[in-house]
């Protein structure tokens, strides 16, 4: 499902219009990752958070060579999946 069949899906399911169902859902998107880009954690109960991560630096190979490379440290994202999500999916 991609942006457009989820804002199509709950416009039908909300009897809203699209384009106010896209402005929604845009809101929450950019509010969500303003939200995790500053460090905090969002939670939606059932669904799942989402948070910040670090993966340290280290050691990789280029496969097309062999050489030796460091990649670096960066910052992440992280999403756990809600026990009310896990459930779903596994009944599924």
Excluded: Y
């Amino acid at each position: 499902m991609n942006k457009q069949e989820l804002i199509d899906a709950i416009a039908a399911s909300t009897g809203d219009s699209k384009s106010s169902t896209g402005e929604a859902i845009d809101a929450i998107l950019e509010t969500v990752t303003a939200a995790v880009t500053r460090g905090e954690t969002v939670q939606l109960v059932g669904f799942g958070s989402f948070s910040t991560g670090a993966r340290a630096e280290r050691v990789g190979r280029n496969p097309s060579t062999g050489e030796t490379i460091t990649i670096p440290a960066a910052r992440t994202v992280k999403f756990s999946a809600g026990k009310a999500f896990k459930d779903a999916v596994k009944a599924a």
